[in-house]
């Protein structure tokens, strides 16, 4: 199949792409490079040998999109191009509303206009909402998130989905990703963060090579076994898989189908922290301080229906998770700065 991923210079689309051209699949990749290189895709395609068709554009861009589409028969497209940084959310919520909707309703408009009738799209457990008890399952209801990226996955699941009741040739995946880390094992991609890493294993793994002084651990008196809030990290490279699972699926499927991709098994902060200290034989320094706005206690995934109708689940261990972000970041202390 041909794959259109759209935002595939980041760092889960490009570890995707590395699994589809693994798989024996072909990818076209569409990206503004607002939060990513092009030296990603080089690498993509230093890795697995196969050249990679990549397109600099804004996927806001309908005329753009259209040619893309156009020159390139598209059988699946993967929208990863949000942004995605919750904070950034808060202060620009006009931004986030206007990037992560329209890109959506811009593919949606293209692949109509070509006859292209499989996407699957980036969501996140966010979408579950303060209210939802763990651990989270796909019949629950989506929550109220509490921030602006939150709320455009919830309407970009709600717009994805009433386009695919209105046209019974579509097929939408919705893959809701609970906490990804690590990074391909050759350690020539990785995420690659702008300024100050919001993300946990980010921050960890900058302090490790030196680029920050300590880590402050976001609140120790939660009601968890350690006084830290626990999440369901899951390793990037089988979150891509995940992917390829979903893209096959999606082609053989029409309707909304919606997946967790998580491992089942949450990690509190301070077992991330010795976890990476342990892999990496490098001491973290950290301090306790107060906890984040918008943060839950806990959270992590129910992942039986990934296992039971798409044959996937992660397999990767924490160890490998925290080895293979350590990897990546002192190969690359500055990322694809370097
Ligand atoms: P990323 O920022 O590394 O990748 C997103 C890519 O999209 C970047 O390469 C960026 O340049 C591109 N992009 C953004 N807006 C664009 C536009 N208008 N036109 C063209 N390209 C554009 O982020 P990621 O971690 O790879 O996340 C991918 C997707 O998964 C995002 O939608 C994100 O919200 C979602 N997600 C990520 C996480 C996570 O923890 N990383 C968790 C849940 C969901
Ligand atoms: C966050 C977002 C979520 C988004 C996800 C992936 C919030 C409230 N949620 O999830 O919407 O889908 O990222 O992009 O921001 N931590 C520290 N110190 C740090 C950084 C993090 O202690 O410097 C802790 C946090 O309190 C949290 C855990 O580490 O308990 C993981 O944090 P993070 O990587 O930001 O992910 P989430 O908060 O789970």
Request: hydrophobic share 35%; glycine share 8%.
């Amino acid at each position: 199949m041909l794959v259109l991923l759209a935002g595939g210079a980041g760092y889960i689309g490009s570890h995707t792409a590395v699994q589809l051209l693994d798989a024996g699949h072909d990818v076209v990749i569409v990206d503004n490079y607002s939060n990513s290189s092009p030296e990603a895709v080089k690498r993509i395609a230093e890795i697995t040998g196969r050249p990679v068709r990549a397109y600099e554009a804004d996927v806001k861009d309908r005329d753009a999109v259209s040619r893309i589409m156009q020159e390139n028969s598209i059988d699946c497209v993967i929208h990863f191009a949000g942004l995605k940084a919750v904070g950034e959310s808060v202060r620009k919520p006009i931004e986030y509303y206007r990037n992560n909707i329209d890109t959506t309703l811009t593919l949606l408009e293209c692949m109509n206009e070509h006859g292209v009738r499989n996407i699957v799209f980036s969501s996140s457990a966010t979408v579950y909402g303060e209210e939802n008890p763990y651990p989270y399952i796909e019949t629950m209801r989506r929550g109220s998130c509490s921030n602006p990226y939150g709320w455009t996955k919830y309407m970009m699941e709600q717009i994805l989905e009433d386009a695919a009741k209105a046209d019974p040739e579509l097929s939408v995946v919705l893959l809701r990703y609970f906490n990804p880390i690590g990074a391909h094992a050759s350690g020539r991609i990785g995420e690659d963060p702008q300024g100050i890493p919001n993300n946990l294993m980010p921050y960890v793994s900058q302090v490790a090579v030196g680029r920050r002084d300590h880590l402050t651990v976001f609140g120790n008196d939660y009601p968890t076994p350690d006084g830290t809030c626990r999440r369901d990290y899951i390793h990037v490279m089988d979150l891509a898989d995940g992917h390829v699972k979903a893209v096959e699926f999606a082609a053989r499927n029409k309707g909304t189908e919606v997946f967790n991709l998580g491992t089942g098994t949450p990690y509190s902060v301070v077992e991330i922290v010795e976890a990476f200290e342990r892999n990496s034989g490098v001491p973290v320094k950290y301090e306790f301080g107060p906890r984040r706005d918008g943060d839950l206690a806990e959270f992590w995934a129910n992942a039986d229906k990934a296992r039971e109708v798409l044959g996937w689940t992660a397999s990767r261990t924490l160890d490998e998770m925290c080895r293979d972000s350590w990897n990546w970041q002192k190969q690359n202390p500055e990322g694809y700065g370097n």
